[in-house]
């Protein structure tokens, strides 16, 4: 069956380290998204990509990156880990831009200290 | 900017009635509107979307309604079970680029 992975499930780490989490999703779909979700608030979008080596910002970008090489991966790079950035981080994907579900991953936990 | 709510206090059902969560958005009319649920520790999963010229969707327990004139979207899980105990997000798109925007979840309680 198709799915969506994250790696790791969680992780703490200090204040100022480079962080990547992992996303790697067997649907073969073109695109994909990284959210964070905080209590309180709703899911919020950092990146999303349309295809390989297309990538674009989110409302919540500053501090993290991405890259697409293949359609599979979407490695999202914290540049100098902060406590702002303790969160949950979900990554989804799906088949199409506009009408089409998200199919998502399980999450990571990141503590930043 | 456009403002996506959800009641944020949970809501405790008895088993066996209808559950009816509500979503508002405001300042802008998306072109259609989805939910999901969400388990605890988990990732949210997709139910059901609705577009804007739909009234009503139903599958199986389920009903969204979307009322674009009210600027509000109702989500209906009629004969309730504990199983059904989750948080639901409300997600319409966005009005520039069809992302979505998701509401914080109401969190729902089946009680036997």
């Known amino acids: 069956d198709a799915e969506i992975t994250q790696s790791p499930r969680h992780k703490i780490t200090e204040t100022g380290r480079q962080v990547t989490l992992a996303c790697h999703q067997t649907w073969n779909h073109n695109n994909m998204f990284w959210y964070r979700q905080d209590l309180g608030h709703g899911l919020r979008l950092i990146h999303y990509s349309y295809g390989v080596h297309d990538t674009n910002k989110g409302e919540v970008s500053d501090g993290y990156s991405v890259s697409r090489s293949n359609t599979e991966d979407l490695p999202l790079t914290l540049e100098s880990a902060a406590s702002s950035q303790t969160s949950v981080y979900f990554c989804?994907?799906?088949?199409?831009?506009?009408?089409?579900?998200?199919?998502f991953g399980p999450g990571t936990r990141l503590t930043v200290l | 900017s456009q403002k996506i709510e959800q009641n944020s206090e949970a809501l405790n059902i008895q088993e066996g009635k209808t559950a009816t969560l509500t979503c508002n958005y405001t300042n802008y009319s998306p072109a259609y509107l989805q939910w999901y649920r969400q388990d605890p520790g988990r990732g949210p999963v997709f139910l059901l979307l609705i577009r804007e010229n739909e009234k009503e969707k139903r599958k199986e327990r389920l009903k969204v309604t979307f009322d674009t004139t009210l600027k509000q979207s109702l989500f209906h899980i009629t004969a309730s079970q504990p199983a059904d105990s989750a948080t639901y997000l409300c997600?319409?798109?966005?009005?520039?680029?069809?992302?979505?925007?998701w509401g914080a979840g109401t969190k729902l309680i089946i009680k036997p």
């Open positions: 997600a319409p798109n966005r009005d520039s680029n069809y992302q979505l925007i």
């Open positions: 989804a994907s799906s088949r199409g831009q506009t009408y089409n579900e998200q199919f």
